[in-house]
């Protein structure tokens, strides 16, 4: 019982680390694709075409406002990308609720290894690869877990508050305001959704830019700038998140 509570403490450290690699954007990005062609400047009367919801709307500042507005009032969402983790790019995918209640999220780099995390039922679910706990320099709970979950009460991971929807929110398209965009607005359509396209100062979309949709003012894809790099799709807002625990011959449980 002492070695599965020590491990607990162990792992409560080592989330730290997960939590800081996974809620950062710092880094390199890939450029965007499917930049879209050009619809015109503030007050130039372009129109656009197709798709519902797609009269011209009064400006980026607009489209920007209730894109944000959405973001922020979620209850729950998803999204996949990657991230600069300490200078290698990185997989990460997200789906959860606002206030972090519920939680599926997963990191994965060719240096810092895979891990995966759930948080469910107040309960917190950890796996992670042999890489992984290398780099957290704690190598024994390789033998001691294997390839299985880690349960552990969710009070012993205090960052949890980090793993949340609005957390995410926050530190990527959040990053953004009004004052960045360019004025400049064009249209593309991704994974079948018509969006407008919102970028900053330069223009380019690589250089940092909101895809949201032209129905319902739900943003589709971030493209951070080079101060807040990363690329992140967003989906299933205001959906549920579809979490569950893991099948529970796959758990190990402490404490």
């Known amino acids: 019982m002492k070695l599965r509570r020590a491990a607990g403490a162990v792992m409560a450290a080592s989330l730290l680390s997960i939590v800081a690699a996974c809620s950062t954007g710092d880094g390199e990005t890939s450029p965007a694709n499917g930049a879209g062609s050009s619809v015109g400047t503030l007050g130039s009367g372009s129109a656009s075409t197709g798709g519902a919801g797609t009269a011209d709307p009064a400006s980026p500042a607009a489209i920007f406002a209730a894109a944000t507005s959405h973001a922020r009032a979620a209850t729950s969402g998803a999204f996949t990308g990657t991230i600069d983790d ?50 957290q320099s704690v190598p024994f709970l390789v033998s001691l877990f294997g390839d299985q979950f880690v349960k552990v ?52 979309p690589a250089d940092g830019a909101l ?39 796959q758990v190990f449980s402490i404490g």
Do not use: M
């Not at 206030?99 to 891990?115: L, N, Q």
């Not at 990053?175 to 100062?201: R, Y």
């Not at 101060?227 to 011959?249: I, K």
């Open 86 to 135: 300490e200078g290698e790019q990185a997989k990460v995918s997200f789906k959860g609720t606002r206030d972090g209640s519920t939680v599926d999220v997963t990191k994965a780099a060719p240096k810092a290894g895979r891990v995966h995390l759930i948080s469910l039922g107040g309960a917190v679910y950890v796996k992670a690869d042999k890489r992984f706990w290398n780099q």
């Open 153 to 204: 009460p969710a009070g012993v991971v205090p960052v949890l508050d980090q793993l949340t929807l609005k957390a995410f929110v926050d530190k990527s398209i959040g990053t953004f305001s009004a004052s960045d965009l360019s004025g400049a607005l064009s249209e593309t359509i991704v994974d079948g959704i018509d969006c407008w396209v919102l970028t900053t100062a330069s223009g380019r």
């Open 211 to 249: 895809y949201v949709s032209k129905g319902g003012a739900e943003v589709v894809r971030y493209v951070g700038t080079p101060a807040h790099a990363g690329q992140l799709e967003f989906s299933r807002w205001n959906q549920q998140p579809g979490v569950t625990a893991p099948p529970a011959d």
